[in-house]
């Protein structure tokens, strides 16, 4: 099936909790009300506003028609949409959200599935968007990646060896703003898929094992030139980092899991920080590294200079790395023994969320050392909370740091292209200036270039710059 068979749009319920009647648009025409789903035509790829939780574990079963997708199926919501294009979520009336959101996500989807198309030509459209989000749809675009079993199997879960996102204990000022910050996302895909991953198989060795290696263990895991994941326990922690840190902290209520686990990008930072006592560990044969390892068509769409711009490339390829974080594919993984644990995640992927944890810790540390109340951080971004007259030094040391604040945070007026305090990739610099400048109109057109015939971007990307740059 080709891409002109299937169209894109969205559908924003009344009551996303009880999704009966509402407001839809196919992306590039009008808006129009609805009294049940049975209306919205199956030849469309519906991008909804219900959660997860009441798409497919609430009472109304909306789920089963396979036409409908939940508000979280790309890595942003409608809501998330709207303040990143510099709208506010609060005030956007219905009609308004379904056609600005139908556009954005039909041009994600079309990214997406000319990337699919590429690298599996007999693919149709259809297949290609089965899964429950598009991190599962993109997932066949990656090597096969490497899952533990067994024992180890029980090791990789959230809470024990990670945490996809750390809440700090920093109290944030009262009546303060919350600003998110967010490393550009295509250059964080291609940073985080050169990361050393491992390779398995991985053995096991036990605490007496390492004292027969090694007196210091902890120097032992340190130096290793063999992949590590290490059972630790911290006797002391550095008291400038322990609040923005939180190892060990629990991030839900209902599951307070005591993180005990460490893959080796987490453990030689954490060294720095803290006093470790290596109790158990996991050591694999090798490292390699995921990027040389993909399929042709997916590095020239991660490399591609114009695609910096795009902020629908930039969730596909978001959606990429996050992919090698998923637990195993149902279809591959087997069936699991009485008793024993799914993964949560592979070998690799463990590593990329370390790493992930690392960099979005050293943002975290930098702003907080600049006086900002830093309340969470990772996948890609920090949050942080500030009194309103601080909004704009913390966008500017954001940007000194090569984070990139959400459009609808940008005070007007405040940034100017000769002056931006940029302390990024040089490659996306350009981007910075564009956000932190508030140029929309370019952003929004430069948006549909990688959609483009080759021979037509250089004459609509000469127009963009005499239409919006002089302005």
Not at 127 to 137: H, K, M
Request: aromatic letters at 10%; hydrophobic letters at 40%.
């Amino acid at each position: 099936m080709q891409s002109e068979d299937c169209k894109f749009g969205v559908v924003v319920f009344d009551e996303p909790q009880d999704p009966r009647s509402g407001w839809y648009a196919v992306a590039g025409g009008d808006a129009d009300r609805f009294s049940g789903a049975h209306e919205l035509s199956t030849d469309t790829i519906w991008w909804t506003n219900v959660a997860y939780e009441h798409f497919f574990r609430g009472q109304t079963e909306i789920w089963r028609i396979p036409s409908l997708k939940h508000d979280k199926y790309l890595v942003v919501s409608h809501v998330d949409t709207l303040r990143e294009w510099g709208y506010d979520p609060e005030s956007a009336d219905p009609d308004f959200v379904c056609r600005f959101c139908s556009g954005a996500f039909d041009r994600v989807m079309r990214n997406a599935w000319r990337l699919i198309r590429d690298v599996f030509p007999k693919t149709d459209i259809r297949s290609a968007f089965r899964g429950r989000t598009l991190r599962e749809d993109v997932r066949c675009l990656l090597p096969d990646l490497e899952y533990p079993k067994g024992p180890a199997a029980e090791v990789f879960q959230s809470g024990k060896a990670w945490e996809e996102f750390s809440p700090t204990l920093v109290k944030p000022p009262r009546g303060g703003r919350r600003i998110t910050l967010r490393w550009p996302r295509i250059s964080y895909a291609n940073h985080l898929l050169q990361t050393p991953v491992p390779r398995a198989p991985f053995e096991w060795v036990s605490r007496g094992d390492m004292l027969s290696k090694a007196s210091d263990k902890a120097a032992f895991v340190l130096n290793s030139d063999r992949p590590c994941v290490a059972n630790v326990a911290l006797k002391a922690i550095k008291p400038e980092v322990s609040e923005i840190y939180v190892f060990g902290s629990a991030t839900q209520k209902e599951q307070r899991t005591q993180r005990e686990w460490v893959a080796h990008p987490e453990f030689k930072h954490l060294a720095d920080m803290a006093e470790v006592d290596v109790r158990q560990l996991w050591i694999g044969r090798e490292y390699w590294v995921i990027m040389p390892n993909l399929p042709e068509p997916v590095k020239d769409f991660l490399s591609d200079r114009l695609a910096e711009y795009s902020w629908s490339v930039g969730i596909v390829s978001e959606c990429l790395w996050r992919a090698s974080m998923l637990g195993e594919d149902k279809s591959k993984a087997g069936p699991i023994r009485d008793g024993e644990e799914k993964a949560q995640t592979s070998w690799q992927g463990l590593w990329i969320r370390s790493m992930d944890k690392v960099l979005m810790f050293q943002h975290a540390h930098q702003l907080t050392q600049k006086g900002h109340a830093v309340t969470g951080y990772g996948i890609g971004w920090v949050k942080c909370t500030v009194p309103e007259e601080d909004v704009s030094q913390l966008i500017a040391d954001g940007l000194q740091q090569g984070l990139v604040p959400v459009f609808n945070d940008v005070p007007e007026g405040v940034f100017n292209a000769r002056n931006l305090p940029w302390g990024g990739d040089d490659k996306t610099k350009d981007l910075a200036v564009l956000v932190a400048t508030r140029n929309q109109n370019m952003l929004w057109n430069l948006d549909k270039v990688p959609l483009l015939p080759n021979k037509a971007k250089g004459p609509y990307l000469a127009s963009l710059r005499q239409r919006f740059m002089a302005a």
